[in-house]
């Protein structure tokens, strides 16, 4: 049951979707006998399909933050301490991933953290070009640079035709949170 290759895959854009369609390729992948290793960048350790996730044969899920808020409510020293958290999560769980010989990792919102400016692409980047060959890995988040872009090899944008938060509307638990 193992595959020859890995590929990049990026799933971006303004729509609601990114982290739902990342999840559903590492259900599908565990499903099929894949291990998987998934982390959620800008995200607390509370998400609903973590729930879920962690029942899941094949599914290993690395620990975050308890609390996370968003980048724009971060003062400049919160910024400072959450780029070294996060980099040095990063390399934690890729050095997992390749001493256990995982099939999947999904790095969730990575490219979020990227554009807030609390990860240096050039770390992912270093990372995607010396990735064991057969590790799949699955990126979200808005705005990949060009540099990400041209190092995968699926990207598929999800776009916002309309959207509740669009009439102030909050995020409904088990649906957007």
Do not use: W
């Not at 301490?81 to 997992?96: A, C, D, N």
């Not at 540099?147 to 959207?163: C, G, N, R, W």
């Not at 938060?165 to 949170?177: N, V, W």
């Amino acid at each position: 049951m193992k595959k020859d290759i890995g590929y990049v895959h990026i799933y971006c854009g303004d729509g609601k979707g990114k982290t739902t369609t990342g999840m559903g390729l590492c259900v599908r992948a565990a499903g099929y006998g894949y291990r998987v290793l998934l982390y959620q960048f800008m995200k607390n350790n509370k998400t609903s399909e973590r729930s879920v996730l962690k029942e899941v044969p094949n599914i290993t899920l690395m620990e975050g933050l308890e609390q996370e808020k968003f980048s724009f409510q971060m003062s400049e020293e919160e910024k400072a301490e959450r780029t070294l958290f996060y980099e040095g999560q990063f390399r934690k769980i890729t050095q997992k991933a390749r001493e256990e010989d995982y099939d999947v990792l999904f790095l969730d919102e990575l490219i979020y953290t990227i554009r807030a400016g609390l990860f240096h692409e050039e770390l992912l980047l270093d990372f995607l070009k010396h990735k064991p060959e057969k590790l799949e890995v699955i990126l979200t988040g808005q705005g990949p640079s060009q540099a990400l872009i041209d190092a995968a090899d699926y990207v598929s944008e999800i776009k916002k035709i309309k959207h509740p938060f669009d009439q102030g509307l909050p995020a409904r638990k088990g649906i957007e949170s």
